[in-house]
């Protein structure tokens, strides 16, 4: 009987994702009343937010990958970046272009940079650790403005957001540091090699190249938006979230946060949009709690952002576990900021 037992323990492990796959199938059947406009609001949410704001940054990053920028950016600020985030110049790239267009602009830079030998595999997955980041586009213009119309909302959270990304990176300065920099390499040379740089004469071709490898990485978000919205409104649908909001009460009640903020987070934790934009619709006196939720939630990311990494990053050898650490490290030491600035400055105090 233990024999059998143990074989069907196996048989459901090695199969999982198939069920898990048949589920998902068999559910969007079942709940497609619920799901059928889940999936028209992903792809609304998808065509009016993400492509419009980070389809430009995208082309920009692949043009700018045709040119010697990069080296050039690497070779001025390779005295700040060695010492704090023991990443060579070139890596200050992925940071700006990441902190400035958004998720998931970063991990792409950074796996960019290991497909064209700009940077060691160790430095790339030190980037993925905190280069990848919410723009301030987002942050302050959709999350402050819009969710929680208030612009001084927003800019305290892009300030914490930025300064726990600098702060994750510092500390990841010493993942696989017994693997030190060879500083003797020449990385440049084989770049050279290996990517074309832009001239009048190939303008055309290489603007081409990275108009369709963009349209490629914007598909591929814009799926990863729509299917979260469905397995979103699958989880409501089924009853899973309200199950969830009552398993965890006892504990929000005991940390004295309302329940009411479960769901929003349970929502944010698989997308942060979503999430974020319930938590701002939230009624509460101590608003500050909002903002911390948020601050955790634009930090960690989301699952939907994490597959669209992994998804970047399958096409090389680097490692996910960085980006998963840090990104779960830099939700809460964004928290840690924005509640410090809230209770220092008290014109970032929103409590009534």
């Known amino acids: ?14 199969n999982f994702i198939s069920l898990l796959f048949l589920l998902f199938t068999v559910s969007i059947l079942i709940f497609s009343n619920s799901n059928l406009p889940a999936v028209k609001s992903g792809i609304q949410l998808w065509a ?7 389809f430009p940054f995208f ?30 110049g070139e890596g200050a790239f992925a940071f700006i272009m990441g902190i400035i267009s958004g998720y998931p602009i970063g991990a792409k830079i950074a796996t960019n940079f290991r497909r064209d030998n700009i940077c060691t595999k160790e430095e790339c997955e030190r980037l993925l650790s905190f ?5 301030p586009l987002f942050i302050i213009g959709s999350v402050g403005i819009l969710m929680y119309r208030n612009t001084i909302i927003g800019i305290l959270l892009f300030m914490t957001h930025l300064l726990a990304s600098l702060t994750v990176g510092f500390i990841f300065r010493f ?8 500083n003797s390499i020449n990385l440049g040379t084989t770049y ?6 832009a001239t009048l004469s190939n303008l055309g071709e290489i603007l081409s190249e990275s108009i369709m490898g963009s349209i490629k990485s914007i598909l591929v978000i814009g799926g990863f938006v729509v299917i979260f919205s469905s397995i979103i409104s ?3 649908s089924s009853g899973i979230t309200h199950i969830i909001e009552i398993i965890a009460t006892p504990f929000f009640n005991f940390i004295h946060i309302s329940p009411s903020f479960i769901e929003p987070l349970f929502t944010g934790f698989f997308e942060i949009t979503n999430g974020i934009s319930m938590i701002s619709n939230i009624a509460c006196k101590k608003l500050s709690i909002n903002i911390l939720i948020t601050a955790f939630l634009l930090g960690f990311g989301g699952i939907s952002v994490l597959l669209q990494v992994l998804s970047i990053t399958s096409k090389s050898d680097l490692s996910i576990k960085p980006y998963i650490y840090g990104k779960l490290l830099h ?11 809230i209770n220092i400055f008290p014109f970032f105090n929103f409590d009534l």
């Open 331 to 341: 939700g809460l030491i964004a928290v840690l900021y924005t509640y410090i600035f």
């Open 175 to 182: 993942w696989k540091k017994s693997k030190q920099i060879d």
């Open 59 to 88: 082309v920009a990053t692949e043009l700018l990958m045709h040119t010697n920028i990069i080296y050039q950016l690497g070779n001025f600020l390779n005295i700040f970046m060695k010492p704090v985030f023991n990443i060579r």
């Open 234 to 236: 699958i989880l409501k």
């Open 48 to 54: 009016t937010s993400v492509v419009p704001s980070l």
């Open 131 to 135: 280069t990848n980041n919410s723009g």
């Open 1 to 14: 009987m233990l024999l059998k037992n143990n074989f069907i323990v196996v048989k459901l492990k090695r």
């Open 192 to 197: 050279t090699i290996t990517k074309k740089h």
